[in-house]
């Protein structure tokens, strides 16, 4: 019950200030980040470009690297696996493409000795010696190109058979067409026996140094991935003193050129040796179009 005080008021009942309670502020969970596709190579580091030919995820520093500029993959990026894949297909085209030419070299020479014997022995003793050697080149370049010759020959004999039996002018008729065919063959033979000498001399004079340069493009792919792996083993540590004298990357042709000229020359680099080891793959594969 209320007390009234000496001077007949109520007294006031002030209560404390009450505690406010301040819940804590929610926490959030942030799920762990999705890194996405990795280098096939180099899974510290996350892919941006896949490989053309084999579809392998690479990283910036691969991508950088094995660009193609030129041929078949201008434009695109070809990993590793694949530039080693290509190195040993361009030896085996080019080592059977060379076989070839030579086994048809070997027999164009058998067969331009032959036919210049043949075309000597043609115009007989009783020639001048101008004619003979005329009558000896000529059979000469359709000696070089025998089975060709063989086979227009038969053909043009096989129409002249029809002629005489169809009654499309008879013998006479026949010999004609025969004659002025096989001069057309000795013309097409003479042509087509220069044209494969001299396709054969380029081919061999422009993939003679291919074998070399394509083992040596696939020697700085190999020292920059293990200047890629050395390096990161080993974070931290200068490049002089990984290539110190006894070191892993002493005799790294990457690191050199890193050393020397920086990354994006050694990058350049590599991307040559990437664009001229596809660009050789075409020159060797288009053999049969060119022979």
Same mark, same amino acid.
């Given at each position: 019950?209320? /007390?009234?005080? /000496?001077?007949?008021?109520?007294?006031? $009942?002030?209560? #404390?200030?009450? #505690?406010? $309670?301040? #819940?804590?502020?929610? /926490?959030?969970?942030? #799920?762990?980040?999705?890194?996405?596709?990795?280098?096939?190579?180099?899974?510290?580091?996350?892919?941006?470009?896949?490989?053309?030919?084999?579809?392998?995820? &690479?990283?910036?520093?691969?991508?950088?690297?094995?660009?193609? +500029?030129?041929?078949?993959?201008?434009?695109?990026?070809?990993?590793?696996?694949?530039?080693? /894949?290509?190195?040993?297909?361009?030896?085996?085209?080019?080592?059977?493409?060379?076989?070839?030419?030579?086994?048809?070299?070997?027999?164009?020479?058998?067969?331009?000795?032959?036919?210049?014997?043949?075309?000597?022995?043609?115009?007989?003793?009783?020639?001048?010696?101008?004619?003979?050697?005329?009558?000896?080149?000529?059979?000469?370049?359709?000696?070089?190109?025998?089975? +060709?010759?063989?086979?227009?020959?038969?053909?043009?004999?096989?129409?002249?058979?029809?002629?005489? $039996?169809?009654?499309?002018?008879?013998?006479?008729?026949?010999? &004609?067409?025969? &004659?002025?065919? +096989?001069?057309?063959?000795?013309?097409?033979?003479?042509?087509?026996?220069?044209?494969?000498?001299?396709?054969?001399?380029?081919?061999?004079?422009?993939? +003679?140094?291919?074998?070399?340069? @394509?083992?040596?493009?696939?020697?700085?792919?190999?020292?920059?991935?293990?200047?890629?792996?050395?390096? =990161?083993?080993?974070?931290?540590?200068?490049?002089?003193?990984?290539?110190?004298?006894?070191?892993?990357?002493?005799?790294?042709?990457?690191?050199?050129?890193?050393?020397? =000229?920086?990354?994006?020359?050694? @990058?350049?680099?590599?991307?040559?040796?990437?664009?001229?080891?596809?660009?050789?793959?075409?020159?060797?594969? =288009?053999?049969?179009?060119?022979?």
């Amino acid at each position: 019950m209320n /007390q009234k005080t /000496q001077n007949g008021t109520i007294p006031t $009942f002030t209560p #404390p200030g009450a #505690p406010t $309670f301040t #819940p804590p502020k929610a /926490q959030t969970f942030t #799920p762990p980040v999705n890194r996405g596709p990795v280098c096939h190579y180099h899974n510290w580091d996350p892919a941006v470009a896949r490989c053309a030919r084999c579809g392998k995820y &690479i990283c910036q520093d691969c991508a950088e690297a094995y660009g193609v +500029s030129g041929g078949e993959y201008a434009g695109q990026y070809l990993c590793y696996d694949c530039c080693q /894949q290509l190195v040993a297909q361009n030896v085996a085209d080019l080592k059977k493409n060379k076989s070839t030419i030579w086994a048809h070299f070997i027999l164009s020479i058998i067969g331009m000795v032959l036919g210049f014997i043949f075309g000597v022995a043609l115009v007989g003793s009783s020639g001048d010696f101008g004619a003979k050697i005329v009558a000896g080149l000529i059979y000469a370049c359709i000696g070089s190109v025998f089975l +060709s010759a063989m086979k227009a020959y038969l053909s043009a004999i096989w129409e002249a058979i029809k002629m005489c $039996f169809s009654g499309e002018g008879g013998w006479i008729a026949a010999i &004609i067409f025969l &004659i002025i065919r +096989s001069i057309v063959i000795g013309i097409k033979c003479i042509i087509l026996s220069i044209v494969n000498t001299v396709r054969y001399i380029v081919y061999l004079k422009k993939t +003679s140094h291919f074998i070399e340069s @394509d083992t040596a493009a696939l020697q700085q792919m190999r020292d920059y991935m293990e200047y890629t792996m050395v390096c =990161n083993q080993n974070k931290g540590v200068d490049l002089e003193s990984l290539m110190s004298e006894g070191s892993a990357l002493y005799n790294n042709s990457y690191a050199q050129v890193v050393r020397n =000229n920086g990354e994006e020359a050694a @990058d350049a680099m590599l991307r040559q040796a990437t664009t001229m080891i596809a660009e050789n793959g075409e020159i060797i594969r =288009n053999f049969p179009a060119a022979a």
